[in-house]
């Protein structure tokens, strides 16, 4: 078999390439807190929002890389990152939907890999605040916040998905069974309330906060009303998928394959996904971060199901990824090139921190080597 040929083989090699590079990166940025980088060099959020949502992602980075291959930098750096979320976490408004992505990533790794019990404790108090944004009439978990005005009251969001296994997490850790209750009552309104019928997903959908009733989907960081924001189409693949590993409900791996087989129906010839599927044809805006996503979930629905085509699809979003849109450079600090975060924004096609972690984790993945932190 050639190297183009075993998946695994030529992951192994790209694994090392990220080890090597990390490592460099790791090294001078060990107080960082990165969302982005200029002229390859990592931003640092620690100031200036330390309640952000991408702010675990570095994190998570670390704690895949320590588990590839031991280096205590890999710890030191991500346990720094934990410690200072601490004031993200003492702050209520700054607290949302996406602890999932903060916490699992952080402290719940750390407690994963190390058994730390202060690390523990964080997870335990993230997983709590989550659990509280559940909307007993309408049974889904509110998104974002708002001033006080109760303007998102409603709101749902399909990116919330993968911060379900927070949930599952905690009540597997206090085997008490009220946080998963709430990730499977969440799951069922988003396969009912976002998946449309031709696997593709919706953004936003407002609910009435007092009845529960579904009122209407919005486009959000997508084009428009109606349209598939790739992320979000990767986030709900990735996201059902997770939540079939936790509870094997078989709704979820079938609303999982329903959204994949929308997904890989869409994927260009060359590989690299646009930001929205339903983007006008003109528009070139691309996002490496919705492949890689998508490429993770791909590669769980190939060991659920044993379907090669899953398999096939990861593969050829994660080469176009590798052979087009990486710096392997140890020199410079981020890895994917041009991420966007949403269709409407004025800067698009830069590096965003996520898209590094979900890259690494694809490829680690394909190893077997990767660390489960979800
Ligand atoms: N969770 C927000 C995003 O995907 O941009």
């Given at each position: 078999?050639?190297?183009?040929?075993?998946?695994?083989?030529?992951?192994?090699?790209?694994?090392?390439?990220?080890?090597?590079?990390?490592?460099?990166?790791?090294?001078?940025?060990?107080?960082?807190?990165?969302?982005?980088?200029?002229?390859?060099?990592?931003?640092?959020?620690?100031?200036?929002?330390?309640?952000?949502?991408?702010?675990?992602?570095?994190?998570?980075?670390?704690?895949?890389?320590?588990?590839?291959?031991?280096?205590?930098?890999?710890?030191?750096?991500?346990?720094?990152?934990?410690?200072?979320?601490?004031?993200?976490?003492?702050?209520?408004?700054?607290?949302?939907?996406?602890?999932?992505?903060?916490?699992?990533?952080?402290?719940?790794?750390?407690?994963?890999?190390?058994?730390?019990?202060?690390?523990?404790?964080?997870?335990?108090?993230?997983?709590?605040?989550?659990?509280?944004?559940?909307?007993?009439?309408?049974?889904?978990?509110?998104?974002?916040?708002?001033?006080?005005?109760?303007?998102?009251?409603?709101?749902?969001?399909?990116?919330?998905?993968?911060?379900?296994?927070?949930?599952?997490?905690?009540?597997?850790?206090?085997?008490?069974?009220?946080?998963?209750?709430?990730?499977?009552?969440?799951?069922?309104?988003?396969?009912?309330?976002?998946?449309?019928?031709?696997?593709?997903?919706?953004?936003?959908?407002?609910?009435?906060?007092?009845?529960?009733?579904?009122?209407?989907?919005?486009?959000?960081?997508?084009f428009?009303?109606?349209?598939?924001?790739?992320?979000?189409?990767?986030?709900?693949?990735?996201?059902?998928?997770?939540?079939?590993?936790?509870?094997?409900?078989?709704?979820?791996?079938?609303?999982?394959?329903?959204?994949?087989?929308?997904?890989?129906?869409?994927?260009p010839?060359?590989?690299?996904?646009p930001v929205d599927?339903c983007q006008p044809n003109d528009c070139t805006w691309e996002?490496?971060?919705?492949?890689?996503?998508?490429?993770?979930?791909?590669?769980?629905?190939?060991?659920?199901?044993?379907?090669?085509?899953?398999?096939?699809?990861?593969?050829?979003?994660?080469?176009?990824?590798?052979?087009?849109?990486?710096?392997?450079?140890?020199?410079?600090?981020?890895?994917?090139?041009?991420?966007?975060?949403?269709y409407?924004?004025?800067?698009h096609?830069?590096?965003?921190?996520?898209?590094?972690?979900?890259?690494?984790?694809?490829?680690?993945?394909?190893?077997?080597?990767?660390?489960?932190?979800?």
């Amino acid at each position: 078999m050639s190297l183009l040929e075993d998946p695994s083989v030529w992951a192994e090699e790209i694994a090392r390439k990220i080890w090597e590079k990390e490592r460099a990166v790791a090294m001078r940025n060990r107080n960082k807190i990165p969302y982005t980088a200029k002229d390859g060099v990592f931003d640092d959020l620690t100031e200036r929002n330390i309640c952000w949502w991408t702010n675990g992602f570095w994190a998570g980075l670390l704690w895949q890389m320590y588990g590839f291959q031991r280096d205590e930098v890999f710890r030191e750096t991500a346990e720094g990152i934990e410690a200072k979320l601490d004031r993200n976490l003492m702050t209520a408004q700054g607290m949302d939907h996406d602890s999932g992505f903060r916490w699992l990533m952080t402290a719940a790794a750390n407690y994963r890999m190390t058994g730390s019990k202060a690390a523990r404790n964080r997870a335990l108090l993230a997983a709590s605040d989550l659990a509280g944004r559940w909307n007993l009439a309408g049974r889904f978990l509110r998104a974002w916040n708002d001033s006080g005005d109760g303007e998102k009251a409603g709101w749902a969001i399909i990116d919330c998905m993968m911060n379900l296994p927070l949930l599952y997490w905690a009540s597997k850790e206090l085997n008490d069974p009220r946080f998963a209750q709430i990730a499977v009552s969440h799951a069922d309104t988003a396969a009912r309330a976002f998946v449309r019928e031709d696997g593709s997903v919706c953004h936003i959908v407002v609910f009435d906060p007092v009845t529960g009733e579904r009122l209407y989907s919005l486009g959000g960081q997508g084009f428009g009303h109606g349209s598939a924001w790739t992320r979000g189409q990767s986030w709900a693949l990735y996201g059902f998928a997770l939540s079939y590993r936790h509870t094997k409900k078989a709704a979820y791996l079938e609303t999982a394959e329903k959204v994949a087989a929308y997904v890989l129906s869409q994927i260009p010839e060359s590989g690299i996904i646009p930001v929205d599927f339903c983007q006008p044809n003109d528009c070139t805006w691309e996002d490496d971060s919705a492949a890689a996503i998508a490429a993770c979930g791909l590669i769980e629905l190939q060991r659920m199901t044993g379907t090669t085509a899953y398999m096939d699809g990861a593969m050829r979003l994660l080469r176009a990824l590798a052979g087009q849109r990486c710096n392997f450079s140890p020199e410079v600090d981020p890895l994917l090139e041009r991420c966007s975060a949403a269709y409407h924004d004025t800067e698009h096609e830069f590096p965003i921190i996520y898209g590094d972690y979900f890259f690494s984790e694809a490829i680690l993945k394909l190893c077997q080597k990767e660390t489960f932190l979800w």
